[in-house]
T-cell receptor, first 114, second 112 residues
Framework: NAGVTQTPKFRVLKTGQSMTLLCAQD?????MYWYRQDPGMGLRLIHY???????AKGEVPDGYNVSRLKKQNFLLGLESAAPSQTSVYFC?????????????FGPGTRLTVL | RKEVEQDPGPFNVPEGATVAFNCTYS??????FFWYRQDCRKEPKLLMS???SGNEDGRFTAQLNRASQYISLLIRDSKLSDSATYLC?????????????FGAGTILRVKS
């Protein structure tokens, strides 16, 4: 099993450009999450999904959109990138949403917005 | 105030030392608690869950004090390979299900 994979691993954007980050998991997990991690701060939840076709806002959703068209994939979109979105983005998945189950993380995407 | 607060460190300790990390959380309704480990430029990975009765996994011992809203992690006989950032994590309710709230992490450096 590959677990959770993310593409791309690195990306540099100019202000105003758009891009999509792809997360894929092969563990048949129902729940998937997008986080961002900034220096001196903990991981913050951007959006999450409780199943195929459903998404919900997390702690810091502004400037991002998500889609979960297939159970194994969770896409994070930036429509008009801003320097404040420079961060490391992690995708995670878990078997259940109770929070007692382990969340498995992907390797991360390092995004720089100039 | 951050929901989960940790001393950022770094804690610089020699091999074989015992080191303890502390964490406080602000939401008294938090339901479950964890320590995650994150190596430099890598993803977080679950180290252990934390239970009210305390729990041990080899050289690692975790404690929870719900009354004081305080979580601790003790590492005995530190190894070079223990060098990492340790993230304190609590589980809180959100609109759909629960969410994990991460502390900013405590840096541990074990030196020979």
């Amino acid at each position: 099993n590959a677990g959770v994979t993310q593409t791309p691993k690195f990306r540099v954007l100019k202000t105003g450009q758009s891009m999509t980050l792809l997360c894929a998991q092969d563990m048949n997990h129902e729940y998937m999450y997008w986080y961002r991690q900034d220096p001196g701060m903990g991981l913050r939840l951007i959006h999450y999904s409780v199943g195929e076709g459903t998404t919900a806002k997390g702690e810091v959703p502004d400037g991002y959109n998500v889609s979960r068209l297939k159970k194994q994939n969770f896409l994070l979109g930036l429509e008009s990138a801003a320097p404040s979105q420079t961060s490391v983005y992690f995708c995670a998945s878990s078997y259940d949403l109770r929070g007692t189950d382990t969340q498995y993380f992907g390797p991360g995407t390092r995004l720089t917005v100039l | 105030r951050k929901e989960v607060e940790q001393d950022p460190g770094p804690f610089n300790v020699p091999e074989g030392a015992t080191v303890a990390f502390n964490c406080t959380y602000s939401n008294s309704a938090s339901q479950s608690f964890f320590w995650y480990r994150q190596d430099c430029r890598k993803e977080p990975k679950l180290l252990m869950s934390v239970y009210s009765s305390g729990n041990e996994d080899g050289r690692f011992t975790a404690q929870l004090n719900r009354a004081s809203q305080y979580i601790s992690l003790l590492i005995r006989d530190s190894k070079l390979s223990d060098s990492a950032t340790y993230l304190c994590v609590v589980n809180n309710r959100m609109e759909y299900g629960n969410k994990l709230v991460f502390g900013a992490g405590t840096i541990l450096r074990v030196k020979s």
